[in-house]
């Protein structure tokens, strides 16, 4: 079955639809991310359909070191675990082994690290990334692959990314093994390439052309966002998107701002997460079409405005920002919590925006004028 519908295109954004055995989804669109099967700042499955969520996204090194995939498998998979039924994109875990293991090995098996929980040593490989997604039973499942910083030498990225192409082929041979076994959760899970490369155009546009004809049902660009400057990202998207096939979904790993995201979908992208929105709602920062507030600044105190004018989030509907203002200072979960939400909400509905303008061919203009709305002062 063909995943990925392109519907239209208007420049090099793409509008598209992409088909899975929990659910359809439109894009372009931003997975809502819960690293342990919950967003952090008590945001519930409920809260997730009410605000628009698409896909929510959880990760396989975080599962596996605390509660375990085996566990959840036997309770039903990471869908029946969450009560949620629609789609979920399961992070590999490589990202997590090369940034928070501070002791590593890497070898041509895989990484032996000790786990930042308990120091308990891991081994973890392309065959173990696969089956411990394969037990978590999600939509979509990442391929194992090593981040190199985005200034790493040429010298180190090299052979990083010539392993990480050979990980990725015994990604796609386990996962064909396990998908066939009579007890897998999800037998139609769905694997995803990772495209690295760190700042060095060659190297991403020569991994990208091989990856590409392995015929996935998606493909991501990983290792940005992680030391290297905006244009400089924007520049290995330039170069680099053209050569991921273009009926295939393209997934720019945690990215970003909501700028990024809009620049980055002019660039040809389609899939989007990051933590930004609730890792800022928690500190009461909060976004709107007009850049970002700041919710413990004094001048909200007698504020009896929502968050934003026109927003439909369950935090604008109901309070003001005087009374999140008051919870936030008064370190009440609450407002964390309402902040969680409005920015999840409107990172969801950007996308509803960015969907709406690719339709109507008028993507350009939107671009330029998000942009020149969220530089100027409220």
């Known amino acids: 079955m063909k995943n990925y519908e392109l519907l239209t295109k208007d420049g090099r954004a793409k509008r598209g639809r992409f088909t899975t055995v929990h659910g359809t989804v439109e894009t372009p669109l931003f997975m809502n991310v819960g690293t342990v099967g919950a967003i952090k700042g008590a945001v519930s499955t409920e809260d997730l359909e009410e605000i628009g969520t698409q896909v929510e996204l959880s990760n396989t090194y975080h599962l596996h070191v605390r509660t375990g995939d085996e566990t959840i498998k036997k309770l039903g998979g990471l869908h029946k675990f969450m009560r949620w039924d629609r789609p979920i994109l399961t992070d590999s875990g490589g990202f997590q082994v090369f940034s928070l293991a501070e002791l590593r090995q890497i070898r041509e098996e895989g990484v032996s690290f000790r786990s930042h929980i308990d120091g308990h040593k891991i081994f973890m490989g392309p065959e173990e990334s696969m089956r411990i997604q394969s037990n978590l039973g999600s939509t979509i499942a990442m391929a194992f692959d090593e981040c190199p910083n985005a200034k790493a030498d040429r010298d180190y990225v090299v052979p990083s990314v010539e392993r990480t192409t050979r990980w990725l082929k015994r990604c796609i041979a386990e996962m064909e093994r396990l998908n066939s076994l009579p007890d897998t959760i999800n037998p139609s899970q769905l694997l995803f390439g990772i495209n690295q490369g760190a700042v060095f155009e060659d190297i991403r546009i020569a991994q990208a052309k091989e990856i590409a004809e392995l015929d996935l049902p998606g493909y991501a660009i990983g290792g940005l966002a992680v030391g290297e400057t905006h244009e400089e990202m924007y520049h290995i ?142």
Not at 334 to 357: P, Q, S, V
Not at 361 to 371: A, D, G, W
């Open 237 to 378: 998207l330039d170069v680099t998107v053209p050569c991921l096939p273009e009926d295939r979904p393209t997934y720019l790993m945690g990215v970003g701002t909501p700028e990024n995201i809009v620049e980055a979908v002019y660039r040809g992208v389609d899939f989007f997460d990051c933590v930004y929105p609730s890792r800022n709602g928690r500190h009461g920062h909060v976004y709107t079409h007009f850049g970002r507030l700041n919710m413990m600044n004094a001048r909200f105190e007698l504020d009896e405005k929502p968050l934003e004018e026109g927003c439909g989030c369950p935090a604008c509907r109901r309070y003001s920002r005087a009374y999140i203002h008051h919870l936030m200072k008064a370190k009440e979960m609450l407002g964390m919590r309402l902040c969680t939400l409005h920015n999840l909400w409107f990172y969801n509905h950007l996308m509803e925006e960015i969907r709406a303008a690719i339709d109507a061919h008028e993507y350009e203009q939107f671009r330029k004028q998000f942009i020149d709305r969220l530089h100027s002062e409220e």
